[in-house]
């Protein structure tokens, strides 16, 4: 079944660490999105990209870094010099239409916990 | 600018009751797209039903309905005689086919179902 995985499902940093969040689809889909979502908030954009290659900033992009080397995979770095970072981190894919008109839903994975130790 | 209230933060109902969850979206756009999710406590958003801004037609699907209002910028979601399998949080979000592509959520409504 075509889907998102992101793995791993718990997670934990120590001080001054940097940790990495995968996130992989298999929807053939262009978009990857990365969310922030903190107890009783919504969903926060970190970081979205469109196609391979390209990603921009989302809302609150500091502290964390991407890479879209692969259609299929949208990692996540979590830094140092995020000094918040305990939150629960969810991954989002969809079809991208380059003409702007698309009004297709986003696919989510089941998302990564990250906590502070 | 764009955004997406849900003023109901959280909302608890008896099994078999009928609960109606608000969502109210700001815009000056005219083509937008709005959609609802149904988080449960695995985690995962789980897509719902999408609505495209020309087409105010009011969906019905099961036990679950969606009445969407232009001319007062809601898209209320109605779950009718509700069972513990829809306890969840739910979220509305917008999408505008200009700009960045985001998608615009609101802060979601914990809904809880007791037997």
């Known amino acids: 079944d075509g889907g998102i995985t992101q793995s791993p499902k718990y997670l934990f940093r120590k001080e001054g660490q940097n940790v990495t969040l995968s996130c992989e689809q298999n929807?053939?889909?262009?978009?990857m999105y990365w969310y922030r979502q903190d107890p009783g908030q919504g969903l926060r954009l970190i970081y979205y990209?469109?196609?391979?290659?390209?990603?921009q900033k989302g809302d609150i992009a500091e502290g964390y870094s991407v890479s879209r080397e692969k259609k299929e995979s949208f990692p996540l770095t979590v830094t140092s010099a995020q000094k918040n970072p305990t939150a629960f981190y969810l991954c989002?894919?969809?079809?991208?239409?380059?003409?702007?008109?698309?009004?297709?839903?986003?696919?989510f994975g089941d998302g990564t916990r990250l906590s502070i130790l | 600018a764009q955004k997406v209230t849900q003023a109901q933060t959280e909302i608890s109902v008896v099994e078999k009751e009928d609960v109606t969850l608000d969502c109210v979206y700001e815009t000056r756009d005219t083509t937008y797209y709005l959609f609802w999710y149904k988080q449960p406590p695995s985690g995962e958003l789980v897509f719902l039903i999408r609505r495209n801004s020309f087409d105010e037609q009011n969906e019905i699907s099961g036990r679950y309905s969606w009445n969407f209002q232009k001319s007062t910028s809601s898209f209320n979601f109605t779950i009718t005689a509700s069972q513990v399998v829809d306890s969840a949080v739910y979220f509305c979000?917008?999408?505008?086919?200009?700009?960045?592509?985001?998608?615009?959520f609101g802060t979601g409504t914990r809904l809880k179902v007791l037997a």
């Open positions: 929807l053939n889909h262009d978009a």
């Open positions: 989002a894919s969809s079809i991208f239409h380059s003409g702007g008109g698309s009004n297709q839903p986003q696919h």
């Open positions: 990209s469109q196609i391979v290659n390209d990603f």
């Open positions: 979000a917008l999408r505008i086919p200009s700009g960045t592509y985001k998608y615009i």
